[in-house]
């Protein structure tokens, strides 16, 4: 088991910055943000793998940095530009590589944090 914990989420107006955190109680080789609007199904983000290998969806590509620090077993996501349509829960995830590549869809990751709300105001 993996236990996931965010933070810094919180109400930015567009146009602003946001970094979120996320603490495991254990190393795992890949770890990822999703992200659910209300009504709307959860969405992945980005994943980055231990050896620093990351991707991004195209919505927040140029926009989002993801990073970790393997040593505090950390994730963390830089959100810049950040617009109306950005505002969702953030969920944390972790999970192993699948054919050498870490997941791009929900389905990939085994473990989930709590999430935390990002509000982005016009």
């Known amino acids: 088991q993996v236990q996931l914990v965010e933070s810094g989420g919180g109400s930015v107006q567009a146009g602003g910055s946001l970094r979120l955190s996320c603490t495991a109680s254990r190393y795992s080789v890949c770890m990822g943000w999703l992200r659910q609007a209300p009504g709307k199904q959860r969405e992945w983000i980005s994943s980055i793998s231990s050896d620093g290998r990351f991707t991004y969806a195209d919505s927040v590509k140029g926009r989002f940095t993801i990073s970790r620090d393997n040593a505090k077993k950390t994730l963390y996501l830089q959100m810049n530009s950040l617009k109306p349509e950005d505002t969702a829960m953030y969920y944390c995830?972790?999970?192993?590589?699948?054919?050498?590549?870490?997941?791009?869809?929900?389905?990939?990751?085994?473990?989930w944090g709590q999430g935390t709300q990002v509000t982005v105001s016009s």
């Open positions: 995830a972790a999970g192993r590589l699948w054919d050498g590549n870490c997941p791009n869809a929900d389905a990939g990751f085994a473990y």
